[in-house]
């Protein structure tokens, strides 16, 4: 007999765990929107960490993979990993290097599954969720810091969240848009 045998069970989708990692998160912005687009063309884009977070993201100049074997020292890594060409984890945890238009550098730890995207770096915590919702798909985003100035640098930047959320989102439509042109390669400007 089972543990859960005669118990009902409930589960939450990409977008309503987001809600609740954002919920549970201090110092957060968070903001959703619905797209007429199916979603696996938004997904798309959203999990095109590399080619498309930029475009999404003002502020930030790249969001890089890294090589497992990058991320060791040289005397840690192996002859196996030296011959590897990319060694890059089958499972959906990764690394990536964001650099700032400022050229600040930060390491964020993600899981990236389909639908759901969640990034965590020593100073921010971020994510992205994507659900059907009708014809079209409905998208969700947020970040907030971790540090312990995060309740002043969020006040500071509260005048302006709802322009930044509605921005995010409107460069996120023009991504989508931009890949469903005929010969539009992902990642490519507008």
């Known amino acids: 007999m089972s543990d859960d045998a005669g118990w009902p069970q409930a589960g939450l989708d990409p977008l309503r765990r987001l809600k609740v990692v954002a919920g549970a998160s201090k110092h957060a912005f968070y903001v959703e929107r619905h797209f007429d687009a ?45 011959r590897a060409a990319d060694d890059r984890p089958s499972d959906d945890r990764l690394s990536f290097r964001a650099v700032s238009v400022l050229g600040h550098r930060e390491r964020f730890e993600v899981v990236l599954r389909p639908g759901w995207c969640l990034m965590q770096s020593r100073l921010l915590a971020g994510g992205m969720a994507a659900v059907p919702e009708g014809t079209g798909t409905r998208f969700a985003f947020f970040s907030a810091y971790r540090s312990p100035a995060g309740a002043a640098l969020q006040w500071l930047r509260r005048p302006g969240a709802r322009a930044r959320g509605a921005a995010l989102m409107a460069a996120l439509q023009g991504r989508i848009d931009a890949r469903s042109l005929p010969g539009a390669a992902p990642g490519a400007p507008e």
């Open 38 to 82: 199916a979603p696996d063309q938004v997904w798309a884009v959203a999990a095109d960490l590399e080619g498309e977070l930029p475009h999404l993201i003002p502020g930030l100049r790249s969001f890089t993979a890294e090589r497992a074997a990058d991320r060791r020292t040289a005397d840690q890594r192996t002859d196996d990993d030296r």
